[in-house]
């Protein structure tokens, strides 16, 4: 049987009006206030009806982020050294600073050098959040024994926009990795009172502990232990490299850098072993002392460095707001010119940075000029230039104590740590020969 169009027409009429009657018919049953018992959200991609006691936090009515999840089914915790940053401070031919350049980029040394050791801290609690590694410490050096190490570098950081570049090497020599982060911090950021506390930078650390735990990911149980076996060696042949440089084969790779191959394992029992042990564990004693300096570093500079990045933030989002319209009005006329000034001046220049560098020339001498007339400013400018006169945070004299010998450490904490390590191999030594005198 065949429909004509107008007999269509009519059983679709008749179509709507019984789905009209079944739903009119359904909500009598449900009664009047379907709005309180039908709950909004999706679970496992079916909706989620039923009475409920109020709007879930799954719902889609809250915009707090989900927080990742870093299971860690492993025996092997790998202990973690994060240096300070590197500064990031342009430098000449000679690797001294090159001051000309840290003016046209509109750099301030000072905070520079205090964000270098705020970012290894901030990196540190963002890893330590993982429960996927052993210790995890800020050392002044990357000098210092440990199975991991956390290299960062500033690469751009003006109040609104971070750039970071971290490189991940284990105690064999091997590279895990290097990745770039980039972040940039909304102009209403401040806005919001529940940000009062929050560092606008957090994000870019929570991404680089995810980068750093997918590469351990990676890492199968044997590789874990042979990477800590090879610190224990490492280590061990600072006392004694006629001993335990028998056990690892150093090699260069195809890159020129140094590895460090397992060849054999020295006998738990050995003498020498029994030995290095307990000096290891001072070593490592003295670094866990080091991260209260380096949290009250962070502590004494929050209120500065948070007011600084609140009074400049708008000021860089404006300026290179401007920059940009006026780049784009230019067309080939006054900017092009200066673009290609910047560009004979620095031949590894990109034309994908061209904006951002003028941006950044225009932003260091506007916020340079704010922070000499904001009052406020003026002080928090003083405490960070203090704050940062050095990578290498001061620390006072302290004494240590390991088997009855006593030693004070005075200076930075670079010195204080190379103080100590003296220290420890003078105690082998006299172990070695008893009959000598400390």
């Given at each position: 049987m065949f429909l004509t169009k107008k007999s269509a027409y009519g059983w679709v009429d008749n179509i709507k009006r019984i789905s009209l009657i079944v739903c009119t018919s359904l909500l009598g049953f449900t009664g009047c206030k379907t709005l309180d018992t039908i709950a909004v959200g999706?679970?496992?991609?079916?909706?989620?009806?039923?009475?409920?006691?109020?709007?879930?936090?799954?719902?889609?009515l809250y915009s707090e982020p989900k927080k990742k999840h870093y299971p860690y089914l492993s025996e092997v915790y790998l202990d973690v050294v994060i240096p300070v940053f590197d500064p990031g401070l342009p430098l000449n031919e000679w690797g001294d600073i090159d001051y000309k350049s840290v003016e046209k980029q509109g750099i301030w040394p000072q905070l520079?050098?205090?964000?270098?050791?705020?970012?290894?801290?901030?990196?540190?609690?963002?890893?330590?959040?993982?429960?996927?590694?052993?210790?995890?410490?800020?050392?002044?050096?990357?000098?210092?024994?440990?199975?991991?190490?956390?290299?960062?570098?500033?690469?751009e950081s003006d109040s609104e926009t971070i750039r970071l570049a971290v490189a991940i090497v284990d105690s064999q020599g091997k590279s895990?990795?290097?990745?770039?982060?980039?972040?940039?911090?909304?102009?209403?950021?401040?806005?919001?009172?529940?940000?009062v506390d929050k560092d606008p930078y957090e994000p870019i650390f929570n991404r680089i502990a995810d980068y750093i735990y997918q590469r351990l990911a990676h890492k199968s149980e044997t590789e874990k232990k042979t990477i800590k076996t090879i610190t224990d060696l490492r280590y061990a042949q600072l006392y004694s490299p006629e001993?335990?440089?028998?056990?690892?084969?150093?090699?260069?790779?195809?890159?020129?850098?140094?590895?460090?191959?397992?060849v054999s394992l020295?006998?738990?029992?050995?003498?020498?072993?029994?030995?290095?042990?307990?000096?290891?564990?001072?070593?490592?004693?003295?670094?866990?002392?080091?991260?209260?300096?380096?949290?009250?570093?962070?502590?004494?500079?929050?209120?500065?460095y948070r007011t600084w990045q609140k009074e400049t933030l708008p000021e860089v989002v404006s300026i290179k707001k401007?920059?940009?319209?006026?780049?784009?009005?230019?067309?080939?006329?006054?900017?092009?010119?200066?673009?290609?000034?910047?560009?004979?001046?620095n031949s590894n220049s990109k034309a994908g940075d061209i904006g951002t560098t003028v941006g950044l020339l225009a932003s260091g001498f506007f916020i340079n000029?704010?922070?000499?007339?904001?009052?406020?400013?003026?002080?928090?400018?003083?405490?960070?230039?203090?704050?940062?006169?050095?990578?290498?945070?001061?620390?006072?004299?302290?004494?240590?104590?390991?088997?009855?010998?006593?030693?004070?450490?005075?200076?930075?904490?670079?010195?204080?740590?190379?103080?100590?390590?003296?220290?420890?191999?003078?105690?082998?030594?006299?172990?070695?020969?008893?009959?000598?005198?400390?």
């Open positions: 999706d679970v496992g991609g079916i909706p989620q009806v039923g009475p409920q006691t109020g709007p879930q936090r799954d719902s889609g520079r050098r205090s964000e270098a050791n705020r970012f290894a801290v901030e990196t540190r609690r963002a890893v330590e959040k993982l429960n996927a590694f052993g210790a995890v410490s800020v050392v002044p050096s990357a000098f210092v024994s440990g199975d991991v190490y956390i290299l960062g570098h500033i690469m895990w990795g290097k990745k770039e982060f980039t972040h940039q911090v909304a102009e209403g950021f401040f806005r919001d009172r529940a940000n001993v335990f440089g028998q056990h690892i084969k150093v090699q260069k790779n195809w890159a020129g850098n140094t590895e460090y191959q397992l020295p006998s738990e029992n050995a003498a020498m072993v029994q030995r290095i042990k307990p000096l290891k564990v001072q070593d490592q004693l003295f670094i866990d002392r080091l991260q209260p300096h380096y949290e009250g570093f962070n502590a004494r500079s929050d209120e500065s401007n920059w940009g319209e006026r780049n784009l009005r230019a067309g080939a006329g006054i900017a092009l010119a200066t673009l290609a000034v910047l560009l004979s001046k000029s704010a922070l000499n007339k904001n009052a406020e400013l003026k002080i928090h400018k003083q405490s960070i230039d203090e704050l940062g006169e050095s990578l290498d945070i001061e620390l006072s004299p302290q004494l240590m104590v390991h088997n009855d010998h006593t030693v004070e450490l005075t200076g930075t904490a670079n010195e204080q740590y190379q103080q100590w390590k003296n220290h420890l191999k003078a105690i082998y030594e006299l172990e070695k020969t008893p009959n000598k005198q400390l």
